[in-house]
Structure formats: structure tokens, C-alpha cells
């Protein structure tokens, strides 16, 4: 499907599962357009799918200049507000819905950037890049977050996200994996295992 985005039209899927068990409805989004990061990241995909899981229909959508979506690459900025307008797209769809919002990697610091710009009752954010991005201002609302972190990341160290996260005004709830890297490789049945039972505490 496409979503009409401020630069073009935003090639986006859904991930649903046979009968939805909440008026929640995520929002997912993707590692860094320039370092291979699409809807179809397998970090991604895990979130979606373990959200469809839980009952919770998800949105997986590339940014501008990402797969079969318009535009270029824009820093950050441009990423932000097409994320906004795909949350303004599932709101008008189902106005009686409640935004999940997650991401990981650079999709993480989006979603970061747009929960102070849109209502969410949810966040999840997967090894943010707290020393690629400026992350020190971004400060969530109080609302229940989740920050899922490699112990061994080699791209995020896992010390920079752990003080950055202890210093927010409402800090997340933190789960680090012993010994996972950036991509979670052979780690995803634990960060699929991570995120239930997080929504089921």
C-alpha cells in the first residue's frame, strides 16, 4: 500500500493479525535509508510480526527514497515528518485507535523524535544511536517505553544508550541482551521474547 508523505508517496505494509485484542495500532520504523535499512530490515519484521502476535496490528512503511517511496534521504528531519504523516494516516483511518510507535537504530531516534510531536501511548526503541544522533534533548513524555539494547553492539555501545537513558526525565524500561550485537543476529526469538513479555508484565 502507499501512504501519501509530505516529499511523495510512502510504500508502507501492514502486519495483522486475525482479530486485533486492543484499539492499539503501531507504528514501526526502519534502520538508516543510506546503510541498507528498508520495511523488510529483519529487526523490523521481528517487531511487526511479534506485535501482530500480541493482537496489535503494525505498520511498517520505508522512508523517503527507501524502496518504491518518493524522495531522498533528509537527515533526519525529512524521516520525522513522514513518520508523522503516516501516524496523521492510520489516526484518520481509525480515529478511535491508540499509537504504538517503535524503531530501531536510526528508526528508533525517529520515533523518538516524533512521539514529542505526536500522542503515543506506547514506545519501543531498539538500540537507539545515541552517539550517531543528537539524542540529548529527546526526552519522551511520560508514558510506557521499553528500550531493548545488544550488550555487545558495535555500532551503539551499550554504555553511551544505558547513561543516556538513566539521564531522561522518565527513563525506559531497559532490557540489555548478554552478548547480542546491532543486528540481533541469532538473537531474534530473544527479542521477540523480550518484547511479550514486556506486555505481559
Known amino acids: 500500500m502507499f501512504i501519501d508523505g509530505p516529499a511523495g508517496p510512502l510504500e508502507a505494509r501492514w502486519d495483522r493479525p486475525p482479530m486485533p485484542r486492543t484499539t ?7 534502520p538508516h535509508p543510506l546503510h541498507g535499512g528498508t520495511l523488510s530490515n529483519k529487526v523490523v519484521h521481528t517487531l511487526a510480526i511479534t506485535l501482530a ?15 518504491a517511496s518518493a524522495g531522498h534521504y533528509d537527515h533526519g528531519d525529512g524521516e520525522t515528518d513522514d513518520l508523522l504523516a ?38 519501543i ?13 529527546l ?8 528500550l531493548i539494547q545488544g550488550e555487545a553492539d558495535e555500532i551503539v555501545p551499550c554504555r553511551a544508550v544505558l547513561d543516556w537513558a538513566r539521564a531522561r526525565p522518565h527513563p525506559p524500561r531497559v532490557a540489555c ?25
Do not use: K, M
Not at 24 to 30: D, G, N, S
Open 24 to 30: 492499539a495500532r503501531a507504528v514501526v520504523c526502519h
Open 53 to 67: 502476535e500480541a493482537g496489535i496490528p503494525a505498520l511498517r512503511f520505508n522512508f523517503r527514497g527507501v524502496g
Open 86 to 123: 503516516v501516524i496523521d494516516h492510520v489516526r484518520r483511518q481509525e480515529p478511535h485507535s491508540e499509537i504504538w510507535l517503535g524503531g530501531f537504530s536510526f528508526g528508533a531516534y525517529v520515533a523518538l523524535r516524533g512521539c514529542q510531536r505526536r500522542p503515543v501511548a506506547r514506545l
Open 125 to 137: 526503541t531498539v538500540a537507539p544511536p545515541v552517539n550517531l544522533f543528537d539524542c540529548q534533548n
Open 139 to 146: 526526552a519522551p513524555p511520560p508514558l510506557p517505553w521499553l
Open 177 to 201: 541482551l548478554d552478548g547480542a550485537g546491532h543486528f540481533f543476529h541469532r538473537r531474534l526469538h530473544d527479542l521477540r521474547q523480550t518484547l511479550l513479555e514486556d506486555w505481559a508484565a
